[in-house]
């Protein structure tokens, strides 16, 4: 009984690094906002003002994926309260911009997970919990999960442990939010740019592909 | 339903005036419990790299990554632990065999880069090191079985009028239970001198498939049962599970297998080639190392003959130790499957210079392991009195069948197994005996086990005595003379304290017998002029390059002679050289290169 | 004995340690057993290569001697006094040699009292600490070699 | 009534996977006619990982931290189900120190209460009563912390293990046990208020959801489902294991078969835990062993052999057939879970005619736990 499965895994290494220059920190990628040429010093003040606004309010869609979703329970309700921070859950990926997903995937919520993705309106981060999504944490040998989700999914924030505390998803939000702030959290954009990579990876271990393609 | 209903709910608001539930923001890193599992912490020095760890990972998150490098009882290694795999389990912490492994209360880690999520506990520096809480080994709960099962022995005032085996033996279920215990490290393999496969015929044993057992065990190593019996074994002392509890008993799982079978020849399935067809090869003695050349070049086909001086092959095996640790039955045994492997046996035949040149010429390669047969005087005045005697000619005559007598008290000056040999023979030969030792018991070379079974029955032990002389009583005993010792530290790193005489103070002890065992050398008398002069250094001992070969193309030799450890399994592992060396000489023609 | 400059006590050493070295090389010549042949046959190595320190020394390219405070272990005083046979052992041989460098000691000890001035002194003690040396590396093989089990 | 349902068009409307309302990662397929649904299909499958076949290439000790991830919010259960089971079938049984089983009992309650907590948030949740979640997951929280204390981890425990548990009580456990207990009561009458004294919970829970009494051996409901029917069945009574023989509890029923009727058991069982969390912590023995002496876990070998256990669960009634062959690794292993009963076949019958509104209140009176459906 000592069969083991190998996973149509792609190969290890990576998402690529970003191919082109990126555009400029902050740059407004709001819904229907045109992209105008600004001056640069008025432009960057601005950007800096939205990245504030967006970092203090994470809005974070409901959905648990995983067993790591028991964490966010807490982390919602009265005794650790995430909306002093400024985070909330939102019923619907249109209103979210963060997607958490709390650990292991398997490959029929992995299809899900990309779905509501895209549905996301940009800028829009993904924070994952716990070693599943790191590596494949305890299921590294399953059939039906995937290792590492920054092959299908551009990760912003990984935080560690299996599975992470309440205070140690605080302390992931914080740092996210700090990226947020310095314009260092853009795993959507990375996401944009290398979609046909993302695509092909995701295309690799969803074999019944039916989604929509990706329009911004 | 009622208005009650309606109203009921706004009682919530009650909770506006309650204390709230929500932690303050600064207290949301609050420390994890005591006992919480977080991240690893391990405290590398004490780890042996056993990777224990590794094997109970369900998630393989541990692997074993070289940090430094291995020493005996330390394989180097030390386990790396993926985060994108660990799920908290401390299962590792439980069954670490030396409890450096713990897990710190600290669980906050967040990172961008999933590559970045691991990290060898201890050697990459986290803000964890030195935690004081968190999941640590406690006593009363162990993955591993920390006693050993007890070997039976006879009771010591029964064993010293007998010279029936003091050990028992195991019975088969004991065995396996004791097998069972075996975490497969490893760390014994490369301890061994021979690098026996010990986990594989444990893990034999403990299946219950002895044949296999015996087939790993004659992988490298011909005289099992004598090893089972009297291995000095190095294996226990680096036994990962030994670090917290009893290590395995590696020797006596030994002699259970060889113990199962009458008749070795008929469930050995030896796989070698037989490559030597045609090559001749002379043994000049038939101790461990030269029984060792001799039984694996015979499988591989060479025509081979051992020159044994004494009557019986074993060479100090059978000479030196006592029938009480190692009956004659299990050392014909091995003889008998040499015998059956091809090899032309000689006893009683002492090689002299000229038959030396001459097989030297007819041989197409010569291997000598002649051994430390004489024993160094004690060096101090009246060593020459009648009634000075050595501990390695009391044996040899015992074992020859000579009659022996020590009278009705000795001193055994020594602190080897030889010397704790001698004097429990004298024991059984019905003295009282006290052994004197220079150094303390701690540095004893003798085996601790012996050391102990020597003390049950009844030898009185004399630490930090210094020799000083031995002189001729009126009564016709012996007087000897001896002075404390005061300990000074080694002149290198590893060594051996050193014994230093306290002047002025005499000791006396009236003995029938002085027992010499202080150490021995080997002899070179029988070897032609021109080769001891070339193969032997200026310490007594002969250098051997990593083939086994000596300066002397086509000679090899092994055994104490040639290593400093001086036991039967050092010898093995010579021998098991020099096979390949020989083999590599003989086919190969080559010159090894030397070192 | 009386030495008026450094030179001509270090002149004297380097005579004292060629006489040893002649009394090995004679040994060597004289022994039949092998080890002990090869044992004077390093010793007068050894004395060849104390000579050449002390030319060292002498002639300003060395400065010093080591060799202070070695332990020691007193074996010397314990152990019989052999003398040479042509099958004279490596045991014997090394008790031999150690008590040779004793009695070097001890001269060099004795000498020290007939300094006159703190220069002389202060050689003088080094060439002893540098027989005490010798001494205890001596004891230290016998112990090593001979008393392996003791 | 059937030549209107004819006519209408019906709509089709996915339910989950990504909904706030649903239990867990499990989606629901429905369809409506008006705002009543005429069928629905659930889709499991989402968190499938395989726990079963995983266990089939892992020794006995690498499968124990396997188990508890079976189900979320109660892992203990499967840690316990497992444990005993192997130690059937190994003779270990006969070794459990008596403080290991008051110990084991302890948490298997305390796992039970916190669970308890979470669903009875879950019901006032899913009808839109804000406060009651926020406190009852306040609460529940209370009792990881004592489980943090107890067993080292928050969530998952991996606590018991063959042949008792991993660590002794700590120090003061039991005074600061009292301590939550206390508080957890002082709250609960508060939340009678808000939730079983609330005119809307009343009203959209009475009378929705009725599980025919007929169903109830028919289809194996177990759990707070069959006790709400007033079927006094529990497998703390029917078969008890560990100390709950020794316990004294009366099992929870309920007339009605609603969803209140479902609340008010789990209500009920909240006090039921608490009570019986007192009695254990008193009686268990201070002193002794808190495990046996286990074999070398990396060799463990068992004899050929099968068996089932079960155990109550929070949600109903766990089990799990387990097959040794002899060798170090188990050959098969099935884990019954009253989810699957529950969440699949049950609810699956419920649906027609339930108003969509009602459904997410169904499935959390249900207790439907995915993960542990599909394993």
Redesign the interface.
Known sequence: MDDKIVKPEPPLGGPPQGSRPHAPVGDGCFLGEEMKPQAPSYKEALARIKNWFRANSLWVMAYGTGCGAIELRPLATARFDMERLGIAMRPTPRQSNVLIVSGYLAVKSLKRVIRSYEQMPSPKWIVALGSCTINGGMYWDSYNTINRLDLYLPVDVYINGCMPRPEALVAGFQELMRRIKKGEADGWRHYMENLDWYKENQKKIITDWDLPEYNW | ?SL???L??F??W??AFSK????P?KD???P???????WHINDVEKCVGCG?CA???????IDMVPVKDPVKGDSGLRPKI??????????CV??CTTGSLG?SNE?????????K?RYTPGVDAKPWDGSEKG?RQ?E??????KDRVPMPMLDPKERIKTWAEVVVGYSVEEARKEA?????CGLCVAACPAHMHIPDYIGAI?DGDFEKALDFIYDNNPMPEMCGKVCTRRCEGVCSVGIQGEPLAIRWLKRFATEQFEDFAKVLHPEVKRVGEGKKVAVVGGGPSGVTVAYYLAVRGFEVTIYEALPQLGGATFFGIPKYRFPMPSLEKQVDLLKKAGVKIVTDHRVEKDEFRRLLEENDALFFGTGLMKP??L???G?DLEGVIYALDLLRDHHVGKKVEVGESVVV???????IDASRVSRRLGAEVTIA??RRREDM??DDEEIEDAEAEGIELVTQS???RVEKLENGKLDFIW?PAEM??P?RPGG?P????I?GVENHLQVDRVIV?????GE?EW?P?EV??KV?????WVEVDETGMTQWPGIFAGGDLVNST?DAISAIADGLKAVEGIQQFTLEGLSVSKS | MEFNSIQEVLDFAVRQEQKAGRFYGLMAEKSTDVVARKFFREMVGEERKHEAKLKAIKSGKLSGFSGQGTPQMNLTEVLGEPVFREDITLQEGLIIAMRAEKDAYEMYEGLKAFARDEELKKILEGLAAEELEHKARMESIYDQVVQREN | MTETRERSKEVQIWFGPQHPGITGNMSVQTWLDGDTLTRGITHVGYLHRAFEKLMERRLYIQSFPIVCRICVPEPDTNEWLLASALEELSGLDREVPEKARWIRTLVLEMSRLGAMLMVLGGHAGSMGLGPAPQWMIALRDLVLDRFEELTGGRVYHMYIVYGGVRRDLPEGFAERMEQTLKTIESKLPLIDDVIFGSAVFRKRAMGVGVVPREWAFEMGISGPVIRAMGIPKDVRKDEPYEKYAELDFDVVTEEGSDIFARAMVRRREIQQSIDLIRQILARMPKEGPYCAELPNMLEWTIPVGQTYVRAESSRGEMGYYVVTDGSKKLRRVHVRGPSYVHGVSLLERLIPGTNIADLAPLMVSLQVCPPEIER
């Open positions: 339903m009650k209903h309606v009921q709910p009682n919530a009650v909770q709230p539930y929500t932690i923001m949301t890193m609050r994890g419990a005591d006992r919480y599992r977080g224990t094997d109970i990972c369900q998630n393989a998150a993926d985060y994108g795999r660990c799920c908290w389990c401390a299962l439980d069954v897990m669980y906050t880690w967040v990172e961008k880069d999933p590559e999520c999941w406690e009363g709960f162990s993955l591993i079985v069972a215990r075996c975490v497969s403990r160094y005087k060096g101090v005045p060593e000056v020594g602190g080897g197994n030889v010397a030792y220079r070379p003798a210094i020799p000083l002075g000074v530290p002149d051996r050193k014994p230093k005489l002047e065992a202080i150490g021995q050398k070179f070897m002029e001891a002069e032997v250094t200026s310490r007594g001086a």
